[in-house]
Every structure is written in C-alpha cells, then in structure tokens.
C-alpha cells in the first residue's frame, strides 16, 4: 500500500508563526507585484546584472560575500578582462588569480573559485553546469550562490537567503526568533521559496536583495520609502529595531604582531603561507606574534628564526599598522632587519616557501594587504633616502 505523503512542515511552521494573512496567496501576490514594480524603477545599475551569463554571474556573487559592491566592481571588471572566461580562469596560475584578488580579502574565496573554474573545465566541457545538484558541488559553492546563480542566469526557481535578504525576509515574516539557528533557517528559506513567481524568479531575487540592501536597512530601515511597508508586520507592530535578532558575536581580541622586512644584497625576504595559516597561498612578509609593544631584539630574532628558518639582526622599527581579521584587533609593529644566515624550511605547514626578492618586482607577488601596506610604506622609506 503506498505511503500517504507526509504533510509540508516547513509551510505549516510558517503559518503559525506569522500574523493573519501574512504569507497566504493574496498577499505573496502583492508582495511579488510591488516588489516588481519598485525594482523596475529603482534597481541600481550594475555590471553584473547587465548580464546573463553563469560565469560572469558566478564571479560577482562570489566576491560580493562579505565585500560591498562599491568594491568589488573594479574588481569584478578587472578580473573578467583577465580571465574573459571559465576555461581561461582554469588555465591560470594560482598566484596570478589571487594577484587579482588582492584587497578582496578571505582568500579561500579565490582559490576555491580556481579550483572549480578546473572542475567545470574538466568535467562540464567548460560550460558553466546549469542543474542545482552540479553547481552546489562546485568547490565553495553553496546554496546562497547556487541559487542566484541559476535563478539569475536561468530563472530557476530556486529562493536565496543571503544578510540582506535574511533581514528583510525577517522583517517580512516578523520572525523574532534567532533566522541563524536551524530552525530560523529552515523557515526563512521555506518563506523565500514560497514567495517566487513562477516566472522571473531571479527577478524577484534581485528585487528582494536591493529591498534588503537599500530600504529595509539594517538600523533605521525606511519604512516610509518601502514598497511592501502596507504588507509589513514587523513595521505594523514597530519592532524593526529587534527584528532580525543580532547575531551573537565572539568579543574582539586584542593582538600584537610584529612584520619584518629582511633584507639582503638588495632584495627582500617573502614567505608564502601553508594552506593551514591565514592567508593561506599568498606572500607575506614574515610575522608573528610579540610579547607586547617594543619587543627587543632577542625577542625579534628568535620569532624570526622559529618560523621562517632566517636568522637577521639590526633590526629598526619602520611603523605600525592597525588592522582587523575576524574578531581579533591586531596591531602590528613593522620593522627592517639585515640578513645573517638561513637553514632549510622546517616549518611547511605555516611556511611552504620563501623567495628573496627584488622591490621592483613587489608588484608582480599577491601580498596580504598590510604587507602590501608595508612594502608601499618601505620603499617610500628608501627612496627618501
Ligand atoms: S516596511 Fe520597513 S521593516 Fe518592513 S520590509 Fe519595508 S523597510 Fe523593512
């Protein structure tokens, strides 16, 4: 006897978690026609929504995670200029990928976006694979990219829940609940899926996302400008400023760092960190962590030594920068040092190469940002003499 079809809990919780007619046909129809109608009049341009293709699509999502879009554009040109399609992205060099990612930040993003350029090349005849199940198993893909990817190249049916749409789906839910628990995941996603059109699905994604990212703010959200305001509970009951709940964040940690420029016969020392470090695939200058303010010489060498196998000494302070990764606030003292003697690596895991190079060719190395800071600073040092 067949099995009688289990009832959809998703849509079930949402029902009872919501306010009269929130939610039900009427009102998603509403939703979907103001949400189209304000789009059409006040969607921002941008490069890639001039477009339709997967692969161009595919690279603005990925450096648009936790990167404004103000940044990333340039980004965004530069690359594609360089790598116009998947194929020449497969067939770059690691190092020359994360050159053009430099600035952008979490790393692991550029890498992995190489290591599935290669997949597709390989494996889907360098065309970008148009089914959910393929794109998700492309490396650093996961449902949020998937899903515009394919609902905005495509028009796939497929919902996206990514920081702006999670609070204006929040907001459009009035879901008081934490949205980045299990459960408020569950739901939130259910809610966006239930809201698509049957047509122009990415459409209504990129109108969801612009509503989030430039009226339902994250602090005072313009309730007045909105064009769901009259569908809104969460503006009806005023709880704007609790809704969606804020995320529990780890307190910040204070680190001192010292950055240490080696020089020898003209040319300075970089070190290429193990895919377990921070910044792992790019060049750095070598660093590490100091006892505090003014380590003194000892100190200095003996770090030095232990992580990169290089013995230097007159070392001299040259600045300190101030920089932020993740929760902790990191100040680091930057210094020169002269080379003495070096022994073989024996630290690949933080270390896996190190190269002596000419200022001049600085530019050609993908640098951590505060070494490119560094090195900008160094050689403005030198040639004031
Ligand atoms: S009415 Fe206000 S809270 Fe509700 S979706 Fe619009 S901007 Fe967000």
Redesign the pocket.
Known sequence: MPLARPARRPKKAIRESLLPGVGDSAWRRALRARLAAWYGRHARKLPWRETRDPYNIWISETMLQQTQVVTVIPYYERFLATFPTVTDLAGADEQQVLRLWEGLGYYRRARQLHQAAKVIRDYHGGEFPNSYDAVLALPGVGRYTAGAVLSFAWDQRLPILEANTLR?VS??LAYQSDPRGSEGQRLLWQAAEDWLPRRQAGRFNQALME?GSQ??LPRS???DK?P??TL?P??KLNL?DSIPRPPRRPATQQVREAMVVVRRRGQVLLVRRGATARWAGMWDFPRFEISGPSPDEIELRRSLDALTDVDADRFKPLTTLQHGVTRFRITLDCFSAQYKAAAPLSRPEEIVERRWVSPSALDDYPLSVTARRLARHWIREMQRG
């Open positions: 204006a907001r459009l509503l009226v339902c959200p313009l309730c909105c769901v305001a809104c969460t503006q704007q």
